[in-house]
């Protein structure tokens, strides 16, 4: 896990940030330069292999399982974390590029709790059902 940013403070956002497909922590460390966003502290978990799942998101579900859910739980474990830390859900953002888009919005539609908000670049819901754009 790299931490980047911002230390952790009472007020500041927080984003938990994934990579996209064979990207790392330090492609989404660019991409934090030039959001500019000083206030901020970024959680940048990591994919095993940078790919958090197998086949493209317009495929089954299931077809992206075990892998899909292993990377849900590492979510889940940054935010558990976060929220033991005393940080409201209300702070923090969650922000992926490509898969780590598509995680973002599979981890949001499978727990249906509110965050502070969600940032997704170039990726949707998961399965052949869901429009893409």
Known sequence: ?????????????VVIL?????QTTDDMTKLINKLNLAEATYYLP????ATWYPRGFTRA????????????EVIDHVLQNL??????????WI????????MAAEFIRQSQQPMGGAIL?????????CPTA
Request: hydrophobic share 35%; charged share 15%.
């Open 83 to 92: 929220l033991s830390q005393g940080v409201s859900r209300e702070r923090i």
């Open 46 to 49: 990591s994919a095993p292999g």
């Open 61 to 72: 579900l299931d077809d992206n399982k075990p892998q899909l859910n292993q990377g849900l």
């Open 1 to 13: 896990m790299v931490i980047k940013g911002a230390e952790l403070s009472a007020g500041n956002p």
């Open 95 to 102: 922000m992926g590029f490509s898969q780590g888009a598509c």
């Open 18 to 22: 994934l990579h996209g497909r064979r």
């Open 121 to 129: 670049f170039t990726g949707g819901l998961f399965g052949p059902q």
